[in-house]
């Protein structure tokens, strides 16, 4: 009881059926969410002003000191983009602000930038991960870091046939998620400070065959997991560590809108799967149901 009792006096982040932090109603919320970070390496504005360009249709839209969050319908299939800072704590207080706060809610997808982590991955590439190394901390306050970070299959699929419909070069594999953006990423701070760890890491990652760096992924795919939900990512390569290419503005603005458009896709195959599921009273996909509907 006295547990029971600690627990509820711990305030809540709600104020008349809303979260404080998202200030948007659980009705204004699409079932497919997706992440993204406000990135001046990827964007010169807030991603759910670029993702809103796409949609068909507005249906809410609201702003908070920490969130920014629109839902509208792409192909009629609603969908709702949250635009956060950078890392996991700040994914994480959204992600969590979602799943607390919206029981329709069911998948995420991280849309954002990274760093390749072998040589032949090109400048414009987008990676879909698997799953995702969790060196950052903010997933470890959840559960043991034994957990995998592990993206759900259903999400791989359509992010796949969505990035080839679009036609959009892309790789599927591991990413790495960490905190820092200097000596855990190798790169010297300030007065160049590295410790030897720090230079050997980008050769340890590479070797154990991960494609790709960035901060958000692991807390997505950790939660939605340990959750029961969906979740995803796809990023694109901004700039690679062994060949010390950068990508253009030029190539990154078309890559990444294109970027846009095949997650909105990956919702709409979703969606058709999601209906093929609820019609064939099935739990989970397998790929003769699409046969099976077919016919």
Not at 101 to 119: D, E, H, K, W, Y
Not at 235 to 246: A, H, L, P, R
Not at 267 to 287: G, I, M, N, Q
Request: charged fraction near 25%; proline fraction near 4%.
């Amino acid at each position: 009881m006295a547990e029971s009792e600690g627990h509820n006096n711990i305030p809540s982040f709600n104020w008349k059926g809303k979260s404080v932090f998202l200030d948007i109603s659980s009705e204004n919320v699409s079932p497919y969410v997706i992440l993204a970070v406000r990135d001046p390496l990827c964007l010169e504005r807030d991603p759910t002003v670029e993702l809103a360009k796409h949609f068909d249709k507005l249906i809410a839209e609201s702003e908070t000191t920490l969130f920014k969050t629109i839902t509208g319908k792409y192909k009629n299939v609603p969908v709702t983009v949250c635009s956060t800072g950078s890392g996991a704590p700040d994914t994480e207080l959204a992600l969590m602000e979602f799943i607390m706060t919206c029981p329709g809610v069911n998948t995420f997808i991280r849309l954002g930038a990274s760093g390749a982590f072998q040589r032949d991955i090109g400048i414009g590439e987008f990676v879909i991960s698997t799953g995702a190394v969790r060196d950052e901390g903010c997933s470890k306050e959840y559960i043991s870091g034994y957990y995998p970070a592990m993206a759900n299959y259903e999400v791989l699929l359509c992010q796949i046939e969505a990035f080839e419909r679009k036609g959009i070069p892309y790789r599927v594999g591991v990413t790495r998620s960490l905190d820092t953006m200097y000596p855990g990423l190798g790169r010297p701070s300030y007065k160049e400070y590295l410790q030897k760890e720090h230079e050997e890491k980008i050769e340890y990652w590479s070797k154990a065959n991960v494609l790709n760096i960035e901060r958000e992924s692991s807390i997505i795919l950790t939660l939605t997991t340990l959750f029961g939900l969906r979740g995803g990512s796809n990023c694109i390569i901004v700039d690679n560590y062994f060949t010390g290419e950068i990508v253009h503005r030029q190539l990154l603005q078309k890559r990444f809108d294109e970027g846009i458009e095949a997650t909105l896709e990956t919702f709409v195959l979703l969606h058709e799967l999601d209906e093929l599921k609820r019609d064939s009273k099935k739990r989970y996909f397998y790929p003769s149901l699409w046969m099976v509907s077919k016919e």
